[in-house]
């Protein structure tokens, strides 16, 4: 027995693009779908000493 899931719009992956269009679309149902366990795509903070800056 297989068993579907319907939405109104799909996005593939959680990077900066399909986190945004996401929210812009956020009135409908949406998925995102993304293969890593953290969305955020290349984006990242990293430390240096005591400073930490955004990078990607």
Do not use: C, P
């Not at 795509?41 to 400073?51: H, M, N, P, W």
């Amino acid at each position: 027995m297989s068993s579907a899931n319907t939405h109104d719009i799909l996005i593939i992956g959680a990077g900066i693009a399909g986190l945004g269009a996401a929210y812009r679309l956020r009135e409908n149902d949406v998925v995102v779908l993304e293969t890593n366990n953290f969305a955020g795509g290349r984006t990242e903070s990293r430390q240096l000493g005591d400073y930490v800056y955004n990078a990607g």
